[in-house]
């Protein structure tokens, strides 16, 4: 399976890029993701839960990060394994560039799936690769955009969801 899009970020290309590089941003940012650890140089190590069509499984597995071009590009390649539901492996090159209101990333996956997984037809498999890399691109989106105020939400419901920003206030960026 191949795929490419370009997602509009609200926040520089350094700051995208920084948080393309930090194991709890990919955490709050990949669906499903239960666990990621490691670093850039070692890779990461992850545990995500997902179900596509009737198959749900807790994939295990490891991302590497190449050709790495500061605040301009990288290579993200993992491999997944599902036990009875099968493996996923691919990889995706991820491009920055500075534009008016942030930064456009654009990025190209080419993906392989194997076991029960493959047997679902490249219909249900392509619709969840969509799905997943938009979500993704939106959580990562949030995790970046300035902090809103709650001035029309109810204290209660505004407690109940992640807040706007957290990264950028983490690292201080502006």
Request: hydrophobic share 40%.
């Amino acid at each position: 399976m191949q795929m490419s899009d370009q997602k509009e970020i609200g926040a520089d290309p350094a700051t995208v890029y920084a948080a393309l590089l930090t194991p709890e941003v990919l955490k709050a940012c990949v669906p499903g993701a239960q666990e990621v650890s490691g670093s850039v140089a070692e890779g990461f190590e992850a545990r995500v839960v997902q179900k596509v069509g009737p198959v749900k499984a807790t994939f295990t597995g490891k991302v590497t990060l190449s050709d790495l071009v500061e605040n301009q590009k990288l290579t993200i390649t993992g491999e997944g394994k599902g036990g009875a539901a099968g493996f996923a492996k691919g990889g995706a090159e991820v491009v920055l560039t500075a534009s008016e209101t942030g930064t456009l990333l654009s990025y190209e996956v080419e993906a392989k799936v194997g076991g029960k997984l493959a047997q679902l037809g490249s219909r249900i498999i392509d619709g969840f690769a969509k799905k997943m890399a938009d979500q993704f691109f939106t959580n990562l989106q949030d995790a970046l955009a300035p902090e809103e105020e709650d001035v029309e939400e109810g204290e209660a419901e505004a407690a109940d969801r992640p807040r706007k920003g957290w990264f950028k206030k983490l690292t201080g960026g502006n």
